[in-house]
Structure formats: C-alpha cells, structure tokens
C-alpha cells in the first residue's frame, strides 16, 4: 500500500506567495525526505528530517513533522517561478535503513506564476 | 545533475526488442537504485543494490533484468517488453548510511 499520500495534487500561485504541500504515512519512520522534480527530470533532494524532529529550516524551504499524525509539511516563502516543479515526500520504514529502500508519495505539482 | 548519469535519455522500442539502460554515478557511493514512474502513479522502486549485490527486488517481472557489474554501473537490460512498461526509468545512488538519494535525469521509454 502506498506510504505517502500528498495534498494538494496541484497548487497554483502567483510568485511571491507561499505555497505549502502536505504529506501523510501509514508507517512508523525514521526520518523523511522531500525531493522536487522538473518536469521529465530526475528528482533533487531538497531537505530530511528525522523522526525526532519538529521542524527544519533551509533557505525559503520549512518543513514540519508530526509524528503523531504521521505527517509533514513543505513550505516554500516568497516563490518564485524558478520554484515551479512537482514536489514528493519520501519515507523510510522503521526496520528498512540497511537497504535504503524509499517509498515516494504521488507528488505536488506546483505551479508559480510570474 | 552530473553526478548520476543516464543513457539513452529517451528510448524507443518495439515490443520483440532486447535494450539496456545504463546509469553511471561519479559520487563514490556504494548503493545503486532503479526506479519507474510511471504517469499518475508514485515512483516505484524496483531494484536495489548494495555494495553490487541485489537487496531489493520489489516483484518486478522478469522482462527487466537488472545488472550492477561495478559500485559505479547499473545497467537494466530490458526484453519483450509490454506497452504498459512505457515510462521514465530512473536511476539513483547513495552512499550506505546516507538516507540522500542522487538521482540520474531519466531515461523516458515508449513501447509501441
């Protein structure tokens, strides 16, 4: 079954507003990662946060955990149209760090109008 | 993005043809990864390998034959394939310990 379910499926904003992406999993973690994606490219890792953080800061990028909802949040200030691309949560399972295996949610596309 | 490596970036193919994918990494890392994505489905990991022997290997079917000769090659040799099977393939690399994953560009498949 899919781990990470992601909300909106697309967000459209003007440039200089925030967006903000949602993410929920089933299972216990240890940590969770978020990757963006040009269109028809490769995915970049942008931030990770661990099980026993809250909150983690990088550049315009916040994200948030909460563990007791199983869920996180992406939010990117002051966008720009270079910030346009489809945004994935990534989870690990708790048992599963020996293989790296990664299981990705379906993904926010975003969209920053100039 | 010049770290993971992909070729061909787009590939097309009959379904009697025999292909490979190649995906090279210039990281060092000692983990390699084969991901499809398919349109309106979440990336799916197919294969693992770590130190250049196969951890993972997530119920693909034998049409995809994966091979990492090298802790810097992954080839995925790919046989009677199915329309179905058209997507972009990716290919990533970690660094055991490293939760990171560097992904290549892709290479974007169509089965006809």
């Known amino acids: 079954s899919q781990q990470g379910e992601e909300d909106p499926q697309a967000l459209s904003i003007q440039e200089g507003e925030n967006a903000t992406m949602n993410c929920s999993y089933k299972t216990s973690i240890n940590n969770l990662q978020w990757y963006r994606q040009n269109s028809g490219r490769g995915l970049v890792h942008l931030i990770l946060i661990r099980s026993n953080e809250r909150e983690k800061h990088s550049g315009r990028l916040r994200v948030t955990l909460d563990t007791s909802k199983k869920s996180s949040s992406l939010l990117i200030t002051a966008s720009r149209a270079a910030d346009t691309a489809s945004y994935f949560c990534a989870t690990d399972a708790v048992g599963s760090s020996n293989t790296g295996k990664l299981i990705f949610g379906q993904g926010t596309t975003l969209q920053v109008k100039p | 993005e010049t770290g993971v490596t992909q070729t061909p970036r787009h590939l097309v193919m009959g379904m009697t043809n025999k292909k490979s994918l190649k995906c090279e990494q210039h990281l060092g890392h000692n983990a390699m990864y084969w991901y499809k994505q398919s349109a309106k489905k979440p990336l799916e990991l197919m294969f693992v390998y770590s130190l250049e022997e196969r951890v993972e290997n997530n119920s693909v079917p034998s049409r995809f034959s994966p091979e990492c000769p090298n802790s810097s090659h992954l080839f995925l040799h790919l046989h009677t394939l199915q329309p179905e099977d058209s997507a972009l393939y990716l290919c990533?690399?970690?660094?055991?310990?490293?939760?990171?994953?560097?992904f290549g560009p892709g290479t974007r498949l169509l089965v006809l």
């Open positions: 990533a690399s970690s660094q055991i310990g490293d939760e990171t994953q560097y």
